[in-house]
């Protein structure tokens, strides 16, 4: 069984910075690509940002030069450094990563729960 744990979210006023974490545990045999997404209330979820195992990034153009991404492979973790917040960036914020599991040949994709991001006054 492999679970994905994202934790960071909370209230930040606009300007502020938040880091998100995603944890992933279980029978992991090896990860692949990992991404964060976002859903705001009355949206459909979209692609924030997108790592590689060999450490290439992609970043939505929405929060490109606010944001970075990285991923402690060691730690089977993924980061989303957020700088600069905006109302607009509200959402709940979701990990996502492509997985093989021991004694699997084959990767499936694990989402996490979601962690709140506010940023408002």
């Known amino acids: 069984q492999v679970q994905l744990v994202e934790s960071g979210g909370g209230l930040v006023h606009p300007g502020g910075s938040l880091r998100l974490s995603c944890t992933a545990s279980?029978?992991?045999?090896?990860?692949?690509?990992m991404g964060w997404y976002r859903q705001a209330p009355g949206k459909r979820r979209e692609l924030v940002a997108l790592t590689t195992s060999d450490g290439r990034t992609n970043l939505a153009d929405s929060v490109q030069g606010r944001c970075t991404v990285s991923r402690d492979n060691a730690k089977n973790t993924l980061y989303l450094q957020m700088n600069d917040l905006k109302p607009g960036d509200t959402a709940v914020y979701y990990c996502?990563?492509?997985?093989?599991?021991?004694?699997?040949?084959?990767?499936?994709?694990?989402w996490g729960r979601g962690t709140q991001v506010t940023v408002s006054t």
């Open positions: 279980g029978s992991i045999s090896r990860i692949y690509a």
């Open positions: 996502n990563a492509d997985i093989t599991e021991t004694d699997t040949v084959y990767s499936r994709s694990y």
